[in-house]
């Protein structure tokens, strides 16, 4: 599980100016709101959603039952 704070970046605007690669060399403000913080669950106490999870996502092939695959997928 991570906690996270998000953040908004305001960043005045220069006229003819090309993209921003340094927000240290902008004039900027960033506003941060506490009721925003929230935790990501990434470890489920619930096995049925941790099947279901991992056998929806097709990068976790890993983590599949070998038993469980088609010939196919083998």
């Not at 960043?11 to 900027?28: A, C, H, M, W």
């Not at 990501?40 to 996502?57: E, F, G, H, P, R």
Request: aromatic fraction near 14%; proline fraction near 5%.
């Amino acid at each position: 599980m991570h906690r996270y704070q998000p953040r908004i970046h305001l960043v005045k605007f220069r006229e003819n100016s090309g993209p921003i690669t340094d927000l240290e060399q902008e004039q900027y403000r960033t506003f941060v709101f506490p009721e925003t913080v929230f935790t990501a669950v990434t470890a489920y106490q619930n096995q049925l959603i941790t099947k279901l999870k991992i056998d929806s996502n097709p990068f976790a092939k890993g983590f599949r039952d070998s038993s469980r695959l088609t010939d196919f997928d083998r």
